[in-house]
């Protein structure tokens, strides 16, 4: 038998969605703000939703291995980024191969760019990747993989994050994503190892990283190119309309009774289930579409202060080290975080409040702020300061209090 893409996405999220009714909800109402967005873009001049600036998604790849085959090398793990970053930017080299018919709704690059993180969540140098062993030896669509307490591994804070398992995966699944909406400790996607990447450990015809493009397109909201439904419609204006899947390498045009015109199905399109030499392209309605989860109030925008990809904004040493003791007395609360204007410091109880010096440090130990606080509300003027991480320490010592805030 041929080996045949399956991709678990969709009977994951429906699911999800027919046993747990708030997330059925929230996964609704994350694709409704998605369309308003798109709608609302149709009455300006056409742009990007967030115009054509660069976005730039921090990965951490938690790898889980039950065996040495599964415990996949960085050479692979680095080439899956790659080939991530090529199709994302429409410089893979088998897009010559889309048809001429349909080179006019390639949407070329994307605008999106995938990195290793490079800070963790505590602000310290990683890797972005973390290996764990497991005694699972194939997990299933159930996100048991996303939880140490369950064999796998906790995923990182997925507002900032895109946490990747890479794992061993059974029931002929290549892997599945998480769609916009989905609760935040779920979020992400799964690929199984012996798929994800270009070279090392991988499984002929599905080695060439296009199980995680099309995943990855999942997270971002778009679904599969026949809307799951026979001849059915995935919501976007420039994708035809086509019967079901595709698998294998169909011969162009691959024509049946659901096809709109001549040129047939589009089965180059990465988020069908053809082999991955065969996939080539997104179209440009599923680029303002997978753009559009990052519009204000949409479920990405969280990812427009991310700054994870950027090996600068590791925490130097002086600045918060060693970790501060921290007295259950001192409840300091800093906010609005990220902060553009002023930043609010206050304390509770307020009758327990005594006088402490605070410093503010960028993320290179220089202090770019000291004063004192006197009373157990106040405010400090950030405006004048570039936009990036800080740390705002409040006391001396032991006892001091160091507190992350972002200025936008």
Same mark, same amino acid.
């Given at each position: 038998?041929?080996?045949?893409?399956?991709?678990?996405?969709?009977?994951? /999220?429906? +699911?999800?969605?027919?046993?747990?009714? =708030?997330?059925?909800?929230?996964?609704?109402?994350?694709?409704?703000? %998605? +369309?308003?967005?798109?709608?609302?873009?149709?009455?300006?001049?056409?742009?990007?939703?967030?115009?054509?600036?660069?976005?730039?998604?921090?990965?951490?790849?938690?790898?889980?291995?039950?065996?040495?085959?599964?415990?996949?090398? !960085?050479?692979?793990?680095?080439? +899956?980024?790659?080939?991530?970053?090529?199709?994302?930017?429409?410089?893979?080299? !088998?897009?010559? @191969?889309?048809?001429?018919?349909?080179?006019?709704?390639?949407?070329?690059?994307?605008?999106?760019?995938?990195?290793?993180?490079?800070?963790?969540?505590?602000?310290?140098?990683?890797?972005?990747?973390?290996?764990?062993?497991?005694?699972?030896? @194939?997990?299933?669509?159930?996100?048991?993989?996303?939880?140490?307490?369950?064999?796998?591994?906790?995923?990182?804070?997925?507002? +900032?994050?895109?946490?990747?398992?890479?794992?061993?995966?059974?029931?002929?699944?290549?892997?599945?994503?998480?769609?916009?909406?989905?609760?935040?400790?779920? !979020?992400?996607?799964?690929?199984?190892?012996?798929?994800?990447?270009?070279?090392?450990?991988?499984?002929?015809?599905?080695?060439?990283? $296009?199980?995680? /493009?099309?995943?990855?397109?999942?997270?971002?909201?778009?679904?599969?190119?026949?809307?799951?439904?026979?001849?059915?419609?995935?919501?976007?204006?420039? *994708?035809?309309?086509?019967?079901?899947?595709?698998?294998?390498?169909?011969?162009?045009? $691959?024509? /049946?009774?659901?096809?709109? !015109?001549?040129?047939?199905?589009?089965?180059?399109?990465?988020?069908?289930?053809?082999?991955?030499?065969?996939?080539?392209?997104?179209? @440009?309605?599923?680029?303002?579409?997978? $753009?559009?989860?990052?519009?204000?109030?949409?479920?990405?925008?969280?990812?427009?202060?991310?700054? =994870?990809?950027?090996?600068?904004?590791?925490?130097? =040493?002086?600045?918060?080290?060693?970790?501060?003791?921290?007295?259950?007395?001192?409840?300091?609360? %800093?906010?609005?975080?990220?902060?553009?204007?002023?930043?609010?410091?206050?304390?509770?109880?307020?009758?327990?409040?005594?006088?402490?010096?605070?410093?503010?440090?960028? *993320?290179?130990?220089?202090?770019?702020?000291?004063?004192?606080?006197?009373?157990?509300?106040?405010? %400090?003027?950030?405006?004048?300061?570039?936009?990036?991480?800080?740390?705002?320490?409040?006391?001396?010592?032991?006892?001091?209090?160091?507190?992350?805030?972002?200025?936008?």
């Amino acid at each position: 038998m041929q080996a045949q893409r399956m991709c678990a996405s969709q009977q994951y /999220t429906q +699911q999800l969605s027919s046993t747990n009714p =708030a997330a059925k909800i929230a996964i609704e109402q994350a694709a409704k703000q %998605v +369309q308003l967005t798109l709608d609302k873009a149709k009455k300006y001049a056409a742009r990007d939703t967030t115009g054509n600036e660069l976005i730039n998604i921090p990965v951490v790849v938690h790898v889980l291995y039950a065996n040495a085959a599964q415990n996949i090398s !960085d050479a692979q793990i680095l080439s +899956q980024l790659t080939a991530l970053n090529n199709d994302f930017a429409g410089q893979n080299a !088998d897009r010559v @191969n889309t048809p001429s018919v349909f080179k006019n709704l390639a949407a070329g690059d994307v605008r999106i760019r995938f990195c290793l993180a490079q800070v963790d969540p505590k602000g310290k140098k990683t890797t972005g990747i973390i290996r764990k062993a497991t005694n699972i030896v @194939n997990f299933t669509a159930d996100d048991a993989m996303k939880f140490s307490a369950a064999g796998g591994d906790d995923g990182w804070n997925s507002q +900032q994050y895109l946490n990747i398992w890479v794992c061993g995966l059974g029931a002929r699944s290549l892997g599945y994503a998480t769609v916009p909406g989905t609760a935040a400790d779920k !979020d992400g996607v799964v690929i199984a190892y012996d798929v994800f990447g270009t070279t090392g450990t991988l499984r002929v015809p599905f080695n060439k990283g $296009r199980t995680a /493009t099309h995943e990855v397109g999942h997270w971002l909201g778009i679904k599969h190119i026949w809307g799951d439904d026979q001849c059915g419609d995935d919501g976007v204006e420039d *994708t035809p309309r086509q019967r079901g899947y595709n698998y294998g390498c169909p011969a162009f045009p $691959r024509v /049946t009774e659901c096809s709109q !015109d001549a040129n047939g199905d589009m089965f180059m399109n990465y988020m069908d289930f053809s082999d991955d030499a065969c996939m080539n392209m997104f179209t @440009n309605g599923q680029k303002k579409r997978m $753009r559009a989860v990052f519009a204000s109030g949409n479920a990405r925008n969280s990812f427009l202060t991310a700054f =994870a990809c950027d090996s600068t904004l590791v925490q130097p =040493a002086p600045a918060i080290e060693p970790e501060p003791v921290v007295k259950a007395a001192d409840a300091y609360k %800093v906010y609005p975080n990220p902060v553009s204007g002023n930043m609010t410091i206050e304390y509770a109880p307020a009758e327990e409040f005594v006088s402490k010096s605070i410093n503010i440090y960028n *993320t290179q130990g220089t202090k770019v702020y000291s004063g004192l606080l006197n009373k157990e509300k106040s405010t %400090v003027a950030m405006q004048k300061l570039v936009p990036g991480l800080y740390i705002v320490r409040i006391g001396e010592g032991k006892t001091a209090v160091a507190i992350k805030i972002l200025k936008q």
